[in-house]
C-alpha cells in the first residue's frame, strides 16, 4: 500500500523540491552502507542505511519522472516516457555494472594479500557503496544547479530580483 506522498509533495512544493531531498537521503544511505562492518548486524548497521534509501527513492524517482515528462507535448508524451525508462534502465544497468566491477575487483586484489573473505568482500561492497554514494551526490549537485526555479533563472538572466517567486519545478 502506497501512502502517495510523494506526489503531494510534487504538487504542494514542486519537482525540484522533492527530488534534491530525495537525492540526499540517497546519498546519506549508500554511504552508511559504505561503514557496515564485516560483523555487523542487521538492525545496528544495515537498517539506518536502508531507511534513508527507500525515503531517498520514494522522493526521488516520482520526482525525476515528472521533471522528464513536465516538457512533452501530448504527442510526445510517449515517446518520452519509453526514453525516460529506457534510459532509467540502461543507467541502472551500467552503474550496476561498474560498481560490482570495482567491488569484485577490489576484493579479489584484498583476497590476494591475504585478507580473509568476509573482510575482503565486505571491504569491496563498501568500496562500491561509497563510489555509489559520490555519483549520487554529483547527480545531486547537477540537479541543484540545472534545476534552478523559475524565480532564480529570471533573476540570474536579468540580474534583478522577481517581483513574486512561484517556482513549481
Known amino acids: 500500500m ?8 510534487i504538487a504542494r512544493f514542486g519537482s525540484r ?3 534534491l531531498p530525495g537525492l540526499a537521503s540517497i546519498t546519506t544511505g549508500l554511504a552508511a552502507l559504505g561503514r557496515v ?22 522522493l526521488a524517482m516520482p520526482a525525476l519522472a515528472t521533471l522528464a515528462m513536465s516538457g512533452a507535448t501530448p504527442q510526445d508524451s510517449g515517446l518520452a516516457s519509453g526514453m525516460f525508462n529506457t534510459m532509467q534502465q540502461i543507467g541502472s544497468a551500467f552503474g ?9 575487483s577490489h576484493t579479489d586484489a584484498l583476497l590476494g594479500d591475504g585478507e580473509s573473505t568476509a573482510s575482503a568482500l565486505t571491504s569491496g561492497y563498501q568500496l562500491a557503496f561509497r563510489v555509489g554514494s559520490g555519483f549520487v551526490a554529483i547527480a545531486l549537485l547537477l540537479a541543484a544547479i540545472a534545476l534552478r526555479s523559475p524565480a532564480t533563472a529570471r533573476r540570474t ?4 530580483e522577481p517581483a513574486a517567486e512561484n517556482a513549481t519545478h
Request: net charge positive; no cysteine.
Open 2 to 9: 502506497s501512502l502517495g506522498l510523494s506526489p503531494k509533495l
Open 17 to 19: 523540491a522533492v527530488l
Open 96 to 104: 550496476l555494472a561498474i560498481l560490482s566491477t570495482l567491488a569484485a
Open 37 to 58: 562492518p564485516a560483523n555487523g548486524g542487521y538492525f545496528a548497521d544495515v537498517l539506518p542505511a536502508l531507511l534513508p534509501l527507500g525515503i531517498g527513492f520514494g
Open 157 to 160: 538572466a536579468n540580474g534583478k
